[in-house]
């Protein structure tokens, strides 16, 4: 498999980061309004730097915090700024990273806006970072994924001056939070350029050991704390496990090739910034995550996949090493935003009926609503698609407009020979058949398990001038 990256030009960031002097005359705050199906309840200024806006959505159907952080002399600078989303962990609010993790003192000086949302309501056990299965429980539709990634980030794009591309994007979080920002990176890769899980859970599935912890602390979470039944964030596994595959970044691990990925973790025991008192909880939950983390580490090496992980050793679940964490991560962010990776040939897999991805839009018609598809070392010369039933697929912009391209398809059931005509913006629409449209077959190992093999058989898609 042909492998290859392009490195952006820091100079073109570069130059939307520079400040203009500080004598030009301060201007307003930051307002904050309605846009990307985000309405603003209200909005408050709690100190120079730092905002609170309420706001509600039809997508959760209950009103949330966003916790804001704009850099030091927003108010004076006509300059766009890199965006880091934050996620708070278990039981969490908006406000925790500033009230517990230090994250305004630690990101002053940089020229950064972050941006931390609540992942749950008025401090329950959170939503695990997904469109709920159920979404007719007390906690209303919780459709969490659409909320943060849908709607949110056009929302801060539309009123803060942002870097509106995954080059000034990134995404992080603690605990459920690093799952969180792990799974959105695996399912999103070309939004965010970079990616940190601070004991996180980024193996929900692909690992049996794992899996079964995970299960056992998300059911916990939907009865203890969310007061909802056990199964209403995945589905019952029993029935839904390739529901669980689709967003475990485990499972997901080849879609973060093109995104730098940082995690940090303790084995659990009392370390140097503990208190001298033991917190036999905290230590249990860091092993827990700690074993989460390994097991996504073997994934990713198995798959070729470079990521970076600093097991520090002693260390238990707590703020003191979240707060250090982010204050590591930090400066390696800002690097990638000056150097932002890309993949030259495109591959992503996904359970979803339609996505697009890196300019590349794939939509199935099947018989089952959730199914693997996965595009493989796609580029302006030839890809190849795995899955059932047909695939109507839509290019890059790769061709002059109007240009009529030769288009072999070499599905298993014989080689078809077409034309194919760019429409106005250089894209090709083709139908692409697929696998004999089946029930899926159950179990990671099935799916997406055996490094290198496809859960479909592959059509192969060569693109040449006529």
């Given at each position: ?11 073109a960031v570069?130059?939307?980061?520079a400040?203009v002097?500080?004598?030009r005359a301060r ?25 609170n806006v309420?706001v ?8 949330v915090?966003?916790?804001?952080l704009?850099?030091s ?12 989303y ?6 969490g609010r908006?406000?925790?990273w500033?009230?517990?993790g230090?994250?305004e003192?630690a ?8 941006v ?8 329950d ?5 997904t469109?709920w ?5 007390k ?6 994924e ?6 949110l980030i056009p929302w801060?794009d ?11 994007r ?10 969180g920002s792990m ?5 999103h890769p070309d ?6 899980s601070?004991s996180?859970?980024p193996d929900?599935d692909?690992?049996?050991?794992t ?6 602390i998300?059911e916990?979470?939907a009865?203890?704390?969310d007061?909802?039944?056990p199964?209403?964030m995945?589905g ?17 691990v080849?879609?973060?090739?093109g995104v ?6 303790a ?7 503990d ?8 230590g249990?939950i ?10 996504f580490?073997q994934?990713?090496s ?7 992980v ?6 238990t ?6 707060a250090?964490d ?13 150097n932002?990776p890309?993949p ?9 009926q ?13 018989s089952?609503a959730?199914?693997?598809?996965s595009?493989i070392d ?7 698609l ?5 695939a109507?697929v ?17 599905p ?18 083709l139908?692409?058949?697929l696998?004999p449209?089946?029930?899926p ?8 398990g055996v490094p290198?093999?496809p859960p479909w058989?592959l ?8």
């Amino acid at each position: 498999m042909r492998k290859g990256w392009v490195v952006a030009t820091a100079v073109a960031v570069l130059g939307l980061l520079a400040v203009v002097p500080a004598t030009r005359a301060r201007a307003a705050g930051p307002t904050f309004s309605d846009a990307a199906g985000i309405h603003v309840v209200s909005s408050s200024s709690i100190d120079s730097r730092q905002y609170n806006v309420q706001v509600s959505t039809p997508a959760l159907g209950r009103t949330v915090d966003v916790r804001i952080l704009v850099p030091s002399g927003y108010d004076t600078s006509a300059a766009r700024y890199p965006v880091l989303y934050l996620f708070h962990g278990t039981s969490g609010r908006a406000s925790d990273w500033v009230k517990l993790g230090d994250a305004e003192a630690a990101t002053a000086g940089v020229g950064l806006i972050t941006v931390m949302p609540d992942a749950g309501f008025n401090g329950d056990g959170g939503g695990w970072f997904t469109n709920w299965y159920d979404t007719k429980t007390k906690e209303g539709p919780s459709q969490w994924e659409t909320f943060h990634v849908n709607q949110l980030i056009p929302w801060v794009d539309a009123n803060l001056r942002t870097i509106t591309s995954r080059n000034g994007r990134a995404v992080a979080g603690l605990s459920q939070g690093g799952f969180g920002s792990m799974t959105y990176a695996a399912r999103h890769p070309d939004t965010f350029s970079s990616v940190a899980s601070f004991s996180g859970a980024p193996d929900i599935d692909y690992n049996p050991v794992t899996a079964l912890g995970a299960s056992a602390i998300i059911e916990a979470t939907a009865v203890g704390l969310d007061g909802v039944e056990p199964d209403a964030m995945f589905g019952p596994r029993a029935t839904n496990e390739i529901n669980w595959q689709g967003h475990d970044p485990a499972d997901l691990v080849t879609n973060l090739n093109g995104v730098d990925v940082s995690l940090w973790t303790a084995n659990g025991l009392p370390g140097p910034l503990d208190p001298p008192t033991p917190n036999p909880g905290a230590g249990g939950i860091e092993a827990a995550t700690h074993g989460s983390t390994v097991s996504f580490e073997q994934r990713a090496s198995m798959q070729s996949v470079p990521i970076h992980v600093n097991d520090y050793g002693n260390g238990t679940h707590t703020w003191p090493y979240w707060a250090r964490d982010l204050k590591q991560y930090l400066p390696q962010m800002m690097a990638t935003f000056a150097n932002p990776p890309v993949p030259l040939w495109t591959s992503y897999q996904s359970i979803d009926q339609s996505w697009s991805q890196w300019g590349w839009s794939v939509s199935v018609q099947r018989s089952a609503a959730q199914q693997f598809s996965s595009l493989i070392d796609a580029s302006a010369d030839s890809f190849m698609l795995s899955g059932a039933g047909t695939a109507t697929v839509v290019t890059p912009a790769f061709y002059p407009p109007g240009a009529v391209e030769h288009v072999t398809i070499s599905p298993t059931t014989g080689i078809t020979r077409t034309t194919a005509t760019a429409d106005g913006a250089g894209r090709l629409h083709l139908t692409v058949p697929l696998g004999p449209d089946v029930p899926p077959p159950l179990g990671s190992a099935a799916v997406i398990g055996v490094p290198g093999v496809p859960p479909w058989p592959l059509t192969m898609v060569t693109i040449s001038a006529a």
